[in-house]
């Protein structure tokens, strides 16, 4: 081949990089390792982590069960190892199973229309607020501080450099949003309210009262949910103009922290200010149906500075994880699912609830997290637990100032009773330690 | 099928309605294990208020069912499993299975990234070994691996520069973007607050030096370059580029998308970059999945390392240790620490060439100067300049006949390709964008050079039956003004 390219050798190819900027030595890399090696390599990254733990961490990521179905159906090379589906004549498979996908979160969250993804539920939650600001041309945003700290952050990051003002409400005893606080601070200016339902104290927001309070001056309410598990047994934000969700409860492991698949769900009149793909269906000339990209004028390869987000690649296959997830289980499926949640979580704030000096604060309802108040740093408590081999509350005192002997605990229907109970009785032990 | 055709014949495929069409009521997909907890009534626990019975509209259907429908559905598509696509600027190279297995391993797959870092050193680990290896191959000084995305990164990387701009007194107000820049540039520059200020190419379809010296003043912030460009060609004139904006104040972004041709080779950092993106979904073999999970890592010069995104990665005793708090972070671009698993395939990657990346950039690069070569004396070749992991042709002599890039590519499709890259960069009119990338034998590039031909001769002697393909797919071409005009965007019961 090189002799076809008219080259003695490969250093030819590259002659038109300036000599001054070719590399002379080879780079310092670790490798080459072959299959076997790499995956000692990973092994042993693997034991230097939390095998053999049991966590109670929630707080945007969840442990639930993934069924093997959906890694065989991910792992199928014509789902995997394609692009993304602007051919549509060779991408049906794909673009179908989005047009699945968006069928499922407009059910799931009430909404109208959803997209084809987003990067994840942080972003999904910003963009949302500028879909917002782009809808009500206003540049003020009010946001909940039970809102996710790090959506929040997310969301302070973009909004620097777009002129958009961000107001934050606190939260009342009974772990929601104040919503009096909430009325005084909504004005003729605010372009969206953004609340989290089930919120990060894990307590759910009263939504259809918020709605009225954002629709009074005509902003939108924007929801967030973290945990879509919990649509199986809660009410549906349907009263939001734009819901953005984390989809990573169904079908996607933790991963430490990614990658997951946010979504945008709204009200179909907002959908030409939507940002990311959409799947829309249609037919061919013989009357075939079949499914294309559509309304691509939004988007950064035809609008370019004008497009109403700069996304391009998303998350697709989490996407499809969590469309074959969500078919396995189906309407009863999820909805046994949530019970199953809402069951374990309840019976692990009874058991705590009844240790010496433990509170739990909130008196709102909550899912599958609540907080609990220790009488002493949950840090150190969390230290001992540790040693039994427990994550235990995650410290809201790092956001929260005035929550610092407050945690965050999580218990999904992968939590065994007798790790509950081992829990309890580990914690009943950490707080009866000397200080 | 016409006997030209080598690599693709006619096969049964399954038909298969949406899922919603098979659902019916009291099927599963899926078995829970026993409550072992008192079970409580939703609507008891929560309230009226608050509880909801059952999704309505949710499918209800069989493990047999959700199997054979996906798989169906899979059997649609293309994918580089199934060959080769020279799609240019995408490079879509093979996605290594080892990459799967090691992401699925416990204790990789289920870590949380809240939990203490006393257990997730591994995990640390693995972020430390893959910046380290990034800067190496890029010849920077500092890394932040947490954008999702090569878009998301471009926003990192202007939310940086904006950053140490304002520290020295002055954001500044333009971003220049050559106009045969990825549509993800502009977009990026607007939300990160910036206007955006086009530069021409020159008639070699590079950047225009004596035009960038003129739009360079005390106002441009910046300077988005994909090099070598999205025409394929290395800028030869690059460290000058760098010094006509260092001298100004201003920062040189790189575009990494086209990092195929230039691992192992050069580095950015050495010409003059202060600051890029990497895309793992293209040099780093994540797979597309059809359109995501990527990554878009950030790595920069060290005076853009006082700006990284939090949480920063650094070294502490001997460990790698995750910085929430930097005072000077821009923030946070995204919860948690970035797409890990991506990371994790990422790195798979790396580990597997180690120095040998270097021949991975070097078959790259002969096999798209191999396709140049068989396909010049028929496609128009509007840029002479030297191609390095991709060659942009145009349709010009194809158009004679009325047909184009778009037709072109769809014929493709008949003789078992993915099309290339159509209608991209703007700046070549009717262009054809190849790039096969290393994992393409010899056999694999000669058969889609001898589609190519075929095609080019098809669009002299039967236009129509280019005009009017693809003819053996399972739906021809879509409808997409009807898609758009009224949009049906879910199913309805």
Same mark, same amino acid.
């Given at each position: 081949?090189?002799?076809?390219?008219?080259?003695?050798?490969?250093?030819?190819?590259?002659?038109?990089?300036?000599?001054?900027?070719?590399?002379? *030595?080879?780079?310092?890399?670790?490798?080459?390792?072959?299959?076997?090696?790499?995956?000692?390599?990973?092994?042993?990254?693997?034991?230097?982590?939390?095998?053999?733990?049991?966590?109670?961490?929630?707080?945007?990521?969840?442990?639930?069960?993934?069924?093997?179905?959906?890694?065989?159906?991910? &792992?199928?090379?014509?789902?995997?190892?394609?692009?993304?589906?602007?051919?549509?004549?060779?991408?049906?498979?794909?673009?179908?199973?989005?047009?699945?996908?968006?069928?499922?979160?407009?059910?799931?969250?009430?909404?109208?229309?959803?997209?084809?993804?987003?990067?994840?539920?942080?972003?999904?939650?910003?963009?949302?607020?500028?879909?917002?600001?782009?809808?009500?041309?206003?540049? *003020?945003?009010?946001?909940?501080? %039970?809102?996710?700290?790090?959506?929040?952050?997310?969301?302070?990051?973009?909004?620097?450099?777009?002129?958009?003002?961000?107001?934050?409400?606190?939260?009342?005893?009974?772990?929601?949003?104040?919503?009096?606080?909430?009325?005084?601070?909504?004005?003729?200016?605010?372009?969206?309210?953004?609340?989290?339902?089930?919120?990060?104290?894990? %307590?759910?927001?009263?939504?259809?009262?918020?709605?009225?309070?954002?629709?009074?001056?005509?902003?939108?309410?924007?929801?967030?949910?973290?945990?879509?598990?919990?649509?199986?047994?809660?009410?549906?934000?349907?009263?939001?103009?734009?819901?953005?969700?984390?989809?990573?409860?169904?079908?996607?492991?933790?991963?430490?922290?990614?990658?997951?698949?946010?979504?945008?769900?709204?009200?179909?009149?907002?959908?030409?200010?939507?940002?990311?793909?959409?799947?829309? &269906?249609?037919?061919?000339?013989?009357?075939?149906?079949?499914?294309?990209?559509?309304?691509?004028?939004?988007? &950064?390869?035809? *609008?370019?500075? @004008?497009? %109403?987000?700069?996304?391009?690649?998303? &998350?697709?296959?989490?996407?499809?994880?969590?469309?074959?997830?969500?078919?396995?289980?189906?309407?009863?499926?999820?909805?046994?699912?949530?019970?199953?949640?809402?069951?374990?979580?309840?019976?692990?704030?009874?058991?705590?609830? @009844?240790?010496?000096?433990?509170?739990?604060?909130?008196?709102?309802?909550?899912?599958?997290?609540?907080?609990?108040?220790?009488?002493?740093?949950?840090?150190?408590?969390?230290?001992?637990?540790?040693?039994?081999?427990?994550?235990?509350?995650?410290?809201?005192?790092?956001?929260?100032?005035?929550?610092?002997?407050?945690?965050?605990?999580?218990?999904?229907?992968?939590?065994?009773?007798?790790?509950?109970?081992?829990?309890?009785?580990?914690?009943? *032990?950490?707080?009866?330690?000397?200080? | 099928?016409?006997?030209?055709?080598?690599?693709?014949?006619?096969?049964?495929?399954?038909?298969?309605?949406?899922?919603?069409?098979?659902?019916?009521?009291?099927?599963?997909?899926?078995?829970?294990?026993?409550?072992?907890?008192?079970?409580?009534?939703?609507?008891?626990?929560?309230?009226?208020?608050?509880?909801?019975?059952? $999704?309505?509209?949710?499918?209800?259907?069989?493990?047999?069912?959700?199997?054979?429908?996906?798989?169906?559905?899979?059997?649609?598509?293309?994918?580089?499993?199934?060959?080769?696509?020279?799609?240019?600027?995408?490079?879509?190279?093979?996605?290594?299975?080892?990459?799967?297995?090691?992401?699925?391993? +416990?204790?990789?797959?289920?870590?949380?990234?809240?939990?203490?870092?006393?257990?997730?050193?591994? /995990?640390?680990?693995?972020?430390?070994?893959?910046?380290?290896?990034?800067?190496?191959?890029?010849?920077?000084?500092?890394?932040?691996?947490?954008?999702?995305?090569?878009?998301?990164?471009?926003?990192?990387?202007?939310?940086?520069?904006?950053?140490?701009?304002?520290?020295?007194?002055?954001?500044?107000?333009?971003?220049?973007?050559? +106009?045969?820049?990825?549509?993800?540039?502009?977009?990026?520059?607007?939300?990160?607050?910036?206007?955006?200020?086009?530069?021409?190419?020159?008639?070699?379809?590079?950047?225009?030096?004596?035009?960038?010296?003129?739009?360079?003043?005390?106002?441009?912030?910046?300077?988005?370059?994909?090099?070598?460009?999205?025409?394929?060609?290395?800028?030869?004139?690059?460290?000058?580029?760098?010094?006509?904006?260092?001298?100004?104040?201003?920062?040189?972004?790189?575009?990494?998308?086209?990092?195929?041709?230039?691992?192992?080779?050069?580095?950015?950092?050495?010409?003059?970059?202060?600051?890029?993106?990497?895309?793992?979904?293209?040099?780093?073999?994540?797979?597309?999945?059809?359109?995501?999970?990527?990554?878009?890592? $950030?790595?920069?010069?060290?005076?853009?390392?006082?700006?990284?995104? $939090?949480?920063?990665?650094?070294?502490?005793?001997?460990?790698?240790?995750?910085?929430?708090?930097?005072?000077?972070?821009?923030?946070?671009?995204?919860?948690?620490?970035?797409?890990?698993?991506?990371?994790?395939?990422?790195?798979?990657?790396?580990?597997?060439?180690?120095?040998?990346?270097?021949?991975?950039?070097?078959?790259? $690069?002969?096999?798209?100067?191999?396709?140049?070569?068989?396909?010049?004396?028929?496609?128009?070749?509007?840029?002479?300049?030297?191609?390095?992991?991709?060659?942009?042709?145009?349709?010009?002599?194809?158009?004679?006949?009325?047909?184009?890039?778009?037709?072109?590519?769809?014929?493709?499709?008949?003789?078992?390709?993915?099309?290339?890259?159509?209608?991209?960069?703007?700046?070549?009119?009717?262009?054809?964008?190849?790039?096969?990338?290393?994992?393409?034998?010899?056999?694999? /590039?000669?058969?889609?050079?001898?589609?190519?031909?075929?095609?080019?001769?098809?669009?002299?002697?039967?236009?129509?039956?280019?005009?009017?393909?693809?003819?053996?797919?399972?739906?021809?071409?879509?409808?997409?003004?009807?898609?758009?005009?009224?949009?049906?965007?879910?199913?309805?019961?």
């Amino acid at each position: 081949m090189l002799a076809a390219v008219g080259a003695q050798s490969a250093s030819e190819l590259f002659a038109s990089i300036p000599a001054e900027y070719r590399l002379q *030595r080879p780079l310092n890399l670790p490798g080459p390792l072959s299959e076997a090696e790499i995956i000692a390599w990973f092994r042993a990254r693997a034991a230097e982590n939390s095998v053999g733990y049991t966590s109670f961490l929630g707080a945007g990521v969840y442990s639930h069960l993934r069924s093997v179905v959906t890694d065989a159906i991910l &792992q199928r090379g014509e789902f995997l190892t394609s692009y993304t589906p602007y051919q549509a004549e060779i991408s049906q498979g794909t673009l179908q199973a989005i047009f699945e996908f968006q069928t499922l979160m407009c059910e799931l969250t009430g909404q109208e229309v959803a997209n084809a993804s987003m990067w994840d539920g942080s972003t999904a939650t910003t963009e949302a607020v500028l879909m917002a600001e782009r809808l009500t041309r206003r540049h *003020r945003v009010v946001v909940a501080r %039970t809102l996710h700290p790090e959506y929040r952050q997310v969301l302070t990051t973009y909004a620097r450099n777009l002129g958009l003002a961000i107001e934050e409400i606190g939260y009342i005893e009974t772990g929601q949003l104040d919503a009096k606080a909430l009325a005084a601070a909504v004005n003729d200016e605010t372009a969206a309210v953004v609340v989290q339902s089930p919120n990060f104290f894990g %307590t759910i927001e009263r939504i259809p009262a918020l709605a009225e309070i954002a629709r009074a001056k005509q902003a939108l309410l924007i929801v967030t949910v973290t945990e879509g598990v919990s649509l199986g047994a809660v009410r549906p934000p349907a009263e939001a103009d734009i819901v953005a969700m984390e989809t990573q409860s169904f079908g996607m492991a933790p991963s430490y922290g990614g990658p997951y698949a946010g979504v945008i769900a709204a009200r179909e009149k907002y959908v030409r200010q939507m940002p990311g793909r959409l799947a829309g &269906q249609t037919t061919d000339s013989a009357g075939r149906r079949g499914f294309v990209l559509t309304l691509a004028t939004r988007e &950064q390869h035809i *609008r370019r500075e @004008k497009a %109403t987000s700069n996304i391009c690649t998303n &998350q697709a296959l989490c996407a499809l994880a969590a469309t074959v997830h969500l078919c396995l289980l189906g309407k009863e499926g999820l909805r046994e699912l949530a019970a199953q949640n809402l069951a374990k979580a309840h019976f692990a704030a009874a058991e705590l609830g @009844k240790i010496p000096g433990v509170r739990i604060p909130f008196s709102g309802p909550f899912f599958n997290e609540f907080v609990v108040e220790l009488p002493r740093s949950v840090r150190i408590v969390n230290d001992a637990l540790l040693r039994e081999k427990i994550i235990g509350p995650l410290p809201l005192g790092p956001w929260y100032p005035e929550q610092t002997k407050r945690g965050l605990v999580c218990v999904t229907e992968t939590i065994p009773r007798a790790e509950i109970e081992r829990f309890a009785a580990a914690l009943d *032990r950490a707080l009866a330690l000397p200080i | 099928m016409s006997d030209g055709i080598k690599k693709a014949g006619r096969h049964v495929s399954q038909n298969e309605g949406l899922i919603f069409e098979k659902s019916a009521p009291g099927k599963r997909g899926i078995e829970l294990p026993p409550l072992d907890v008192p079970a409580i009534d939703p609507g008891s626990a929560l309230g009226a208020e608050y509880a909801r019975d059952a $999704v309505e509209g949710f499918p209800e259907v069989s493990e047999i069912e959700v199997m054979r429908h996906f798989t169906r559905l899979s059997t649609w598509n293309y994918s580089i499993d199934l060959g080769m696509y020279p799609l240019g600027s995408c490079t879509m190279k093979y996605n290594p299975r080892v990459n799967e297995f090691v992401a699925r391993l +416990d204790g990789i797959a289920t870590e949380h990234p809240f939990q203490p870092q006393a257990v997730s050193r591994g /995990c640390l680990e693995i972020m430390r070994t893959l910046q380290d290896c990034l800067l190496e191959i890029t010849g920077m000084d500092a890394c932040t691996l947490e954008p999702s995305s090569g878009a998301q990164g471009e926003l990192t990387g202007l939310l940086l520069i904006r950053a140490y701009l304002e520290s020295k007194g002055n954001p500044r107000r333009r971003v220049l973007i050559p +106009d045969s820049a990825h549509g993800t540039n502009p977009a990026t520059a607007v939300i990160a607050g910036y206007e955006v200020e086009n530069i021409r190419s020159d008639a070699k379809g590079q950047i225009d030096v004596e035009a960038l010296k003129r739009e360079v003043r005390d106002d441009v912030a910046a300077l988005m370059i994909t090099n070598p460009s999205t025409l394929g060609v290395f800028e030869p004139r690059i460290g000058e580029i760098a010094e006509i904006l260092h001298a100004r104040g201003a920062l040189l972004y790189m575009d990494g998308a086209n990092m195929n041709a230039l691992a192992g080779i050069s580095r950015p950092g050495d010409f003059g970059v202060d600051v890029m993106h990497l895309n793992l979904h293209k040099t780093f073999s994540q797979p597309h999945g059809g359109g995501g999970p990527g990554a878009g890592p $950030v790595v920069v010069k060290k005076i853009l390392e006082p700006f990284l995104p $939090v949480p920063v990665l650094v070294e502490k005793d001997g460990q790698p240790v995750l910085e929430t708090h930097r005072h000077t972070s821009i923030g946070r671009v995204r919860a948690f620490c970035g797409n890990f698993g991506v990371l994790v395939r990422a790195l798979a990657y790396t580990l597997a060439y180690g120095p040998g990346i270097r021949q991975a950039t070097e078959d790259a $690069v002969l096999n798209a100067n191999y396709i140049r070569r068989q396909l010049e004396d028929v496609y128009e070749l509007p840029y002479k300049s030297a191609s390095m992991h991709e060659v942009v042709f145009s349709d010009a002599r194809q158009k004679k006949n009325g047909v184009t890039t778009m037709d072109i590519a769809k014929r493709l499709i008949d003789y078992g390709f993915h099309p290339y890259t159509t209608a991209f960069p703007l700046i070549v009119p009717g262009a054809l964008m190849i790039e096969p990338t290393e994992s393409e034998s010899k056999e694999e /590039c000669d058969l889609f050079v001898d589609a190519m031909r075929s095609i080019a001769e098809e669009a002299a002697t039967n236009p129509e039956i280019v005009k009017t393909a693809p003819h053996s797919t399972r739906v021809g071409r879509l409808d997409e003004v009807t898609a758009a005009r009224k949009p049906i965007l879910r199913w309805k019961p």
